[in-house]
């Protein structure tokens, strides 16, 4: 297992672990599933990656208020 060290946000590092928490992982965890998600097939697809294309496509006919009223709920 190797080591990375990265600068991030003081603010960023508090959300991603509660959400990792939420989630039943560790932000390592969370980090390595993105960075493979993204790595792992970038030669063969389009500049956004496929997750990202999933969530823009699920964002389509989403309630923006509803979503607004939900994240304030969830980080109280």
């Known amino acids: 297992m190797s080591r990375l060290t990265l600068s991030i946000d003081r603010s960023v590092v508090a959300r991603a672990k509660r959400y990792a928490h939420s989630q039943g992982i ?11 998600l993204v790595s ?25 208020e509803d979503y607004r009223q939900h994240l304030i709920r969830k980080y109280r």
Not at 47 to 54: C, D, E, H, K, S
Not at 57 to 63: E, F, M, V, W
């Open 26 to 36: 560790s932000v390592s965890a969370l980090v390595e599933n993105y960075l493979d």
């Open 40 to 64: 792992k097939h970038a030669a063969h697809r389009a500049p956004a990656t496929r997750a990202l294309g999933w969530i823009r496509g699920s964002l389509k006919k989403a309630d923006m």
